[in-house]
C-alpha cells in the first residue's frame, strides 16, 4: 500500500524587513525626577549607565495601544496593509494578563485577516529572537508578511525605590514588517542562552509567594547589575563577530551596529571589544530613553533610520540580551 506524501510548503527565497515603526510615550523623566527615591544624583545616573532622561507611559498608553501605533508605522513604511500580515508576534514580559497573547488582541485592533498571533517571552532579546522566527517562517512558506513587535511597559513592575533599577528601566514599542525578498535582508539568526546566571535579571517576587501576601503589590524586577555589565561586555562581542562570520560580512562591510539599549557603558564596551571601524554608525538611543528591554532594538533602529543614520540598504548588526541570561544577533538590510 503506497502512501500519500504530505505535501510542504515552499516560501520565498529570501526575506528581508521592510518596513519599521515605533512608539515613545509623552511623558519624559528627566534624571531629578528619580534620584531622591534612590538616594542618587544625576551626575551618578549619568556615569553609571549613560541615561539622561526615560520615557514613562500614561494611564492610557497600554502595551497594546504602544504596539498598535507602532504597528501602524511599520505598515506604513513597508507599504502594505494589515490584511496582508500572517503572523503577529510581540515580544514582551510587561503584558499583565498570563493568558490569552496580547498579540491576538493587536492583530485584531490592526485589521489583520485573522493572523496567528502569539506572544514570546525573552526579556530584552525577545524582538531578535521574533525577527528570527520571522525570517525562518516566511523563507518556510508559512507566512507571507510577519509582523513582529517588541514592547514592554516596564514601569508597572518598577521599584521606583531600588538603586539598582528605578534609573534604567522605561516603557514603549517597535515594530517591523518582514516580509519576501529577491535579496538575503536577514541573516543567520545567533541564538542561545546562558541559564547558569539566570538570577541575574529576573522577576524578584514569585506570583504565588505575592498573593500569599495579602499586600496590593505587584512583583518587581531585580538586576545585578556589575555581573550583567561584566558578561555582557565581553560575551556579546564575541557572539557579534560570530553573527557577521555567519552572515559573511566584515567588519569594514557593516554600517550600522543597533545593540541592545542596556547601558552606555556597555554599548561603548561592546564595540571597543569588536573593534568597530570608525565609519560604523552606533546606536545610542538609551540616553534619551533609558532601557524599555524587548522595545529598545527597534525603537533605536527606527530612530536612526528617522535621522538619516541608518540609510535604505546599509548593513546593520542587531544584538539583544537580557534576563535568562538570553541573547539573539543577526545582520539586516536597512529598509
Not at 507602532?70 to 499583565?96: E, F, N, P, W, Y
Not at 556579546?236 to 552606555?264: C, E, W, Y
Not at 533609558?290 to 548593513?315: C, H, Y
Amino acid at each position: 500500500m503506497s502512501r500519500t506524501e504530505i505535501q510542504s510548503p515552499t516560501g520565498a527565497p529570501y526575506a528581508a524587513i521592510l518596513g519599521i515603526g515605533s512608539y515613545r510615550p509623552d511623558r519624559l523623566v528627566p534624571n531629578s525626577e528619580v534620584v531622591e527615591a534612590i538616594d542618587s544624583s544625576d551626575e551618578w545616573i549619568q556615569q553609571r549607565s549613560g541615561i539622561k532622561t526615560r520615557r514613562w507611559a500614561g494611564p492610557e498608553e497600554s502595551v497594546q495601544m504602544m504596539s498598535v501605533e507602532a504597528s501602524r508605522k511599520a505598515l506604513a513604511h513597508a507599504g502594505i496593509d494589515a490584511r496582508q500580515i500572517d503572523c503577529v508576534i510581540v515580544a514582551t514580559v510587561s503584558h499583565m494578563l498570563q493568558t490569552p497573547a496580547i498579540a491576538t488582541a493587536i492583530a485584531h485592533e490592526l485589521g489583520t485577516d485573522q493572523a496567528a498571533a502569539f506572544d514570546i517571552s525573552a526579556a530584552c532579546a525577545g524582538f531578535c529572537h521574533g525577527v528570527a522566527m520571522a525570517n525562518d517562517m516566511v523563507r518556510g512558506g508559512s507566512a507571507g508578511h510577519v509582523l513582529v513587535i517588541g514592547v514592554e511597559r516596564l514601569t508597572d513592575i518598577l521599584d521606583l525605590h531600588d538603586r539598582g533599577t528605578a534609573f534604567i528601566f522605561a516603557d514603549g514599542a517597535g515594530a517591523a514588517v518582514v516580509g519576501p525578498s529577491e535579496t538575503p535582508g536577514i541573516g543567520p539568526v545567533v541564538w542561545g542562552s546562558d541559564g547558569e546566571q539566570f538570577d541575574l535579571i529576573r522577576q524578584r517576587e514569585d506570583w504565588r509567594d505575592v498573593i500569599a501576601s495579602g499586600e496590593p503589590v505587584m512583583p518587581h524586577l531585580t538586576m545585578q547589575g556589575n555581573s550583567v555589565f561584566r558578561w555582557a561586555s565581553f560575551a556579546m562581542a564575541k557572539i557579534g563577530q560570530q553573527t557577521l562570520d555567519r552572515a559573511g560580512i566584515s567588519l569594514d562591510d557593516l554600517d550600522v551596529f543597533v545593540p541592545h539599549q542596556a547601558n552606555m557603558r556597555i554599548i561603548d564596551a561592546m564595540a571597543r571589544s569588536m573593534k568597530l571601524p570608525a565609519h560604523v554608525k552606533i546606536a545610542r538611543d538609551v540616553a534619551d530613553m533609558g532601557n524599555t528591554s524587548a522595545a529598545s532594538v527597534p525603537l533605536a533602529f527606527d530612530r536612526m533610520i528617522q535621522e538619516g543614520e541608518a540609510k535604505p540598504g546599509d548593513t546593520a548588526l542587531l544584538i539583544a540580551f537580557g534576563a535568562g541570561l538570553a541573547y539573539a544577533a543577526q545582520v539586516v538590510t536597512v529598509p
